[in-house]
């Protein structure tokens, strides 16, 4: 099978059908466990594909996978426009021709007959626009068209424009939203024999048209992937929250019982089922699978929920998506049109929907997890190619990283929790996919660990039906000095479900408790007297479950006095005084908030520069850091207005030189020193330790 683009070369690349069995042969489904020898406190890579060494770190490169012309703008963004400005090449891919209805018309504009050919092209336009912005041309500069030959004999129009550094291609799959027959996407994912074809947008250099099938697309993805080599990979939500259509949440665009798109979800199944290909096929052929980080966004979600960006983050989506959206007056040499019209101009400020103003993953969490082993070093864990990994600096307070280890697992969401159970071994949680077929098969998650000295072990799902355990949250746990592991997941009824690991090893089973409306993004901490806190942001307050006493079972505890929140990842750690602080974002809000918890189980509003000094958005973490004279400093980590990381104590605050996939860590070095450590665009580790004189 040729990847080419007409009148270029052609990379050669082959490509096989699909199923689970293969990914789970790459995984392994038989033999004995391999050791890690790097470490005393090793986990084993206990499958036999977990062998399999990565590939080399190579050039950064983004590729998103979007169902509709401007779903990465409302969506994606600002991670996606924060990767291109530090010069990481950017590929869009986008599987729908976005036709609709075929109206881009606008209040004052003359009343047209529909022409579905014409509005695909001018969303097309739209995009060149927002993407030439993006890469800091002017918005009109032409680009270079050209035809791309996929798997499956489809073809697709590709795109490019570049700026030095800073690159972009868009790739039009123009799969037609209605085909013949009334076929959708959510029936190429789920029924057997759909079979749907695309659409030739107005001046489009591909003229031809093409037909997708199941497998075509799962194929035509997976050779996109493998021509490409993206070291991030952007994907929809495919697994979207339910959500109750009343007169207070009117269904609007939402397909079915769940907060989303009916072209958003199959997408990102398509895409999640094309990723577990991609690297079957790599492995298969190369004998190592490829090195890249996965990110879920959000879609819908965004209008059911408290905004979560400040006005200086949504004024850069708006730049954006106002010059996708476009004006009918534009001359931009585009017959079809220069824009979707109806995201033009305010619009999308103006929006009751609210999409441009808030962004949030799908599996909310650090993208790395770190401590010090027992030599000093720093050992990390992360999901690289949809299996687990680790990485351990090469001497304590280098900041330099060995090669991953694959830990097997797979294929997983990208967020991991680890924790460190009283005897000093580590347990891995997370999130697997554990079939992902589509066409009326199987399609079902479960939670799974990895325990020191053991295999990968199935922890279940806490919902019984199969469609309600897609639902799922990524985990949290937290070890308590009695031995136990507490373990923590968003339910599908969105409230806590939990599972406890007893100090001889044994799991109770799955427990619910209770709690309604909570978002993805646990926080799980100790307090002083070593009580297990879990915290989930709610719509008007943040919820919280504790123990009465030290080894007494987890329950609802409600907290009064507390705002409420946006939708981000809060931070909990032990103050100063040793009650524990909570950190997070009200909506809209750029500087974040702090309460204590008290004695007589109150909260306490904090204030202090340090909270100044992180202005800006998105996921919030908190560590605390041994002073002198047996205090303790809390130290907070944001991100910035711009993007960049920023950590902060009660005082003063420092900039990261670092760019980050999604969220960051914080941890404490071996030294007991504050270190932020998170994957850069490479998809390889980094640690940044703040020198000393930065007032931290």
Request: aromatic content about 6%; proline content about 8%.
């Amino acid at each position: 099978m040729n990847i080419s683009h007409r009148g270029g070369p052609a990379r050669r690349s082959v490509l096989t059908g699909i199923a689970l069995a293969a990914a789970a042969t790459v995984a392994g489904c038989s033999g004995g466990p391999d050791r890690l020898t790097s470490s005393p406190d090793r986990i084993p890579a206990v499958e036999p594909g977990a062998a399999h060494a990565f590939t080399t770190s190579g050039a950064p490169l983004l590729l998103q996978v979007l169902a509709h012309p401007d779903d990465d703008l409302f969506f994606m963004n600002p991670d996606a426009q924060h990767l291109v400005a530090a010069g990481v090449p950017v590929v869009s891919v986008y599987v729908t021709a976005g036709e609709s209805v075929g109206q881009n018309w606008i209040a004052g504009m003359p009343r047209r007959q529909p022409d579905k050919a014409a509005y695909s092209s001018a969303r097309h336009q739209g995009l060149r626009q927002a993407y030439a912005e993006m890469i800091g041309r002017d918005k009109f500069t032409p680009w270079r068209k050209s035809v791309m030959d996929l798997p499956g004999g489809v073809r697709a129009e590709v795109d490019e424009l570049d700026n030095g550094t800073r690159k972009a291609r868009l790739v039009f799959l123009n799969i037609a939203m209605f085909s013949a027959g009334g076929t959708r996407l959510p029936q190429l994912w789920d029924e057997p024999y759909a079979v749907m074809e695309t659409l030739v947008a107005a001046g489009s250099p591909c003229t031809s048209v093409s037909t997708y099938r199941h497998s075509t697309l799962v194929d035509v993805l997976a050779g996109v992937m493998a021509h490409y080599r993206p070291t991030v990979v952007h994907t929809m939500d495919p697994d979207p929250d339910y959500q109750v259509h009343d007169a207070t949440h009117p269904k609007d665009n939402d397909y079915g019982a769940c907060s989303d798109h009916r072209d958003h979800t199959p997408t990102a199944l398509f895409t999640w089922k094309a990723m577990v290909q991609w690297v079957a096929d790599e492995t298969r052929r190369n004998g190592h699978p490829p090195r890249f980080a996965a990110v879920s966004f959000r879609g819908y979600y965004n209008q059911r929920w408290p905004f979560n960006l400040p006005p200086e983050v949504v004024d850069g989506k708006h730049r954006l998506i106002a010059a996708y959206g476009g004006d009918p007056l534009w001359h931009c040499g585009n017959t079809g049109g220069c824009g979707d019209y109806g995201q033009g101009g305010e619009r999308p400020m103006q929006n009751r929907k609210g999409w441009i103003r808030s962004t949030h993953y799908r599996y909310p969490a650090p993208a790395v997890h770190a401590a010090p082993d027992r030599s000093g070093r720093l050992e990390a864990y992360g999901v690289l190619g949809l299996q687990a990994v680790r990485w351990v600096e090469s001497a304590p307070g280098s900041g330099r990283w060995g090669a991953p280890q694959n830990l097997g697992g797979g294929p997983l969401a990208p967020a991991l929790a680890c924790v460190r159970d009283a005897r000093g071994h580590r347990l891995l949680f997370a999130l697997r996919f554990s079939s992902l077929e589509g066409r009326g098969r199987s399609n079902s998650r479960e939670i799974v660990v990895l325990e020191e000295g053991r295999e990968w072990h199935s922890l279940g799902n806490p919902e019984h039906r199969t469609e309600r355990g897609r639902r799922v949250g990524v985990p949290a746990a937290v070890a308590t000095p009695d031995g136990r592991v507490h373990l923590f997941v968003r339910n599908a009824g969105k409230g806590l479900s939990t599972r406890v690991r007893e100090a001889d090893g044994t799991w109770g089973g799955w427990r619910s408790l209770h709690g309604q409306d909570i978002q993805e993004g646990l926080t799980a901490a100790l307090d002083k007297d070593q009580r297990v806190h879990v915290f989930g942001l709610g719509r008007d307050t943040v919820h919280h479950w504790s123990q009465d006493a030290p080894g007494q079972p987890v329950r609802l505890m409600p907290l009064d006095g507390l705002p409420g929140p946006g939708g981000n990842q809060m931070g909990a750690a032990p103050g100063p005084d040793g009650a524990l602080t909570l950190v997070y974002r009200t909506p809209t809000a750029a500087e974040p908030v702090a309460y204590r918890l008290t004695s007589d189980g109150g909260t306490e509003e904090l204030h202090g520069g340090g909270l100044r000094a992180l202005a800006g958005y998105g996921p919030l973490a908190a560590a605390a850091v041994p002073r002198r004279g047996g205090r303790e400093s809390l130290m907070l980590l944001s991100r910035s207005l711009t993007g960049s990381l920023r950590l902060a104590d009660a005082s003063a605050g420092t900039t990261a030189p670092v760019t980050s996939v999604a969220a960051a860590g914080l941890t404490l070095d071996a030294d007991h020193r504050p270190c932020v450590v998170g994957l850069s665009p490479d998809a390889t580790p980094w640690a940044w330790r703040p020198a000393p004189g930065t007032g931290l």
